[in-house]
């Protein structure tokens, strides 16, 4: 059944039938507005677009895989400012003959994403558009603690992430080459896994800065270094490229790092702590926060790759 | 210029600077996420999508105007739950022959509209896309009332009504013939003026249920009276038709009555309230809820006009 013969009411119905509910919701889908406690008094907000052709392919990935990943671009965005993600809004742009099973399938990947994160979809709006469009927002709760922004990194800093790096990036390469595995790339293109309670973990470690790595690592960083007024060197040897990943370039030709620093998509965090910080086991450390301005990769510009060119 | 040479961060910065900041704003634009304040612990949530020929024309819109639509429809709806706006997130899908200056011009318009009611944009996204769409995410204070739902309504209650109506869709029905006037209907299609303090002036009161009128009068309030499980009883008698509204009516052959019962895009509120609450000049009674199901209108089902059957 198409989406325009089941109509808006019938097909917002079918998606809403769907949707649990998390104890963050006073209020859910079906009024003028939604209802989400906010208990600190301040609310965490942040909105992403996924746009069809642009950020995924229906023969790439399913409807619960774009679900997946529209609901985890947002969420990262919370848990990258330490919060802890509570509600999603989605506005769903839908071409009229679209599947009502894609729309039920996408609902299905948006609200099981959320729910890893004890998140629900709250509300939303439907339209019909020639182009599939999928705009979320994602609400969070700071629990008391200031929001960990981009502008605070200090020079004697160590830079740490939490979260698998390049491996999207290397999927959507494969991908685009025609192939389907390696399975780990593929799979991790397809359905980020996001270190969600690194976000918060971090605040209370007294991370100095965080964000969300969906630019590509050293972009994101470059953003962190320009908003804190410093400079950023990576040590290379940190990184761990997997023996897929490894495989997988050496087959095509790329050298790794181009997706490991240039590659967006995976929503790992970065984030910097003083250098007398303990980090656990979720932050690994990747490099250090020095005078200056700009990014490093072992004390040296960085000029590795097409990826790094292309994401600039 | 067009939008494809400022390029993304250009266009965000450029779009950034014209946006002003309101004291609910404790981070603004240009981290991972905003943060809000929400004095209560709780935020009202809602979005609502505009996609180019569907719910706006160019040709018909100035980009300022789209803002202000945009704008309005969601601040409407969190009006409707008796809360006051706060900020909005804006997802901007553009086509990159876009030129700049009708993105900074939209951003003026949903700023200024925002701005009405001291609320701000406070984040976004933009990506290019062959469908110019905008998504809109409004957040708001509940100021410690309960929101004002669609279950609530009573048989005795009084039904109101605050804001024009029928105003926009007289709007949309000349512009669609070609025409470019009466300039009052033309205006009220393009920039809505929607009763944002009627709504928590409502809660205040102790209206039983609220609703934004987007769809048409009938077929909003026939979602309260199904939402509430009584029936709604409309006066034709109660509804002004101003004089521009009731030649533009005549000259193309329309029932007025089309229009306001079945119109959306006003924004006008509508609200039950218990018979004895003294109602002050911004509402104005138009029915009374009674024993039973759906939407009559003088005690008769009403039949009236293609317009009330379209948007049904």
Request: glycine share 12%.
């Amino acid at each position: 059944m198409s989406v325009a013969s089941a109509g808006e009411f019938g097909l917002i119905a079918r998606v809403t039938a769907r949707l649990g509910s998390g104890a963050t919701v006073l209020l859910g889908p079906g009024d003028d507005a939604a209802v989400v406690s906010a208990p600190d008094a301040r609310v965490a907000a942040s909105t992403d677009v996924l746009v069809e052709g642009r950020h995924f392919r229906r023969d790439w990935s399913s409807a619960t895989d774009v679900g997946h990943r529209a609901a985890a671009a947002n969420l990262a965005d919370i848990a990258a400012m330490g919060a802890v993600p509570t509600a999603l809004l989605v506005a769903l742009c839908i071409p009229t003959d679209l599947e009502v099973r894609w729309a039920e399938e996408l609902a299905d990947g948006l609200g099981a994403e959320a729910a890893l994160v004890g998140a629900s979809v709250v509300g939303g709006d439907m339209s019909s558009s020639p182009t599939l469009t999928i705009a979320v927002t994602a609400l969070g709760d700071l629990g008391g603690r200031a929001p960990v922004v981009r502008s605070g990194a200090r020079p004697g800093d160590v830079v740490a992430l939490a979260g698998r790096i390049g491996y999207a990036a290397a999927g959507y390469t494969v991908l685009s080459r025609g192939f389907r595995t390696p399975k780990l790339l593929v799979e991790a293109y397809r359905r980020p896994e996001v270190p969600y309670r690194a976000g918060p973990q971090a605040a209370r470690l007294g991370a100095t800065s965080m964000i969300d790595v969906s630019d590509g690592l050293l972009a994101d960083l470059g953003h962190v270094a320009s908003a804190s007024e410093v400079g950023i060197d990576l040590r290379s040897g940190a990184f761990e490229i997997p023996a897929q990943m490894r495989d997988a370039a050496h087959a095509l030709g790329i050298d790794p790092y181009a997706w490991v620093l240039g590659g967006g998509d995976d929503h790992a965090l970065a984030a910097t702590f003083p250098a007398q910080v303990a980090l656990p086991d979720d932050w690994r450390v990747i490099g250090r926060v020095v005078d200056g301005t700009g990014l490093t990769v072992d004390g040296k510009p960085y000029k590795g790759s097409a990826g790094w060119d292309h994401f600039r």
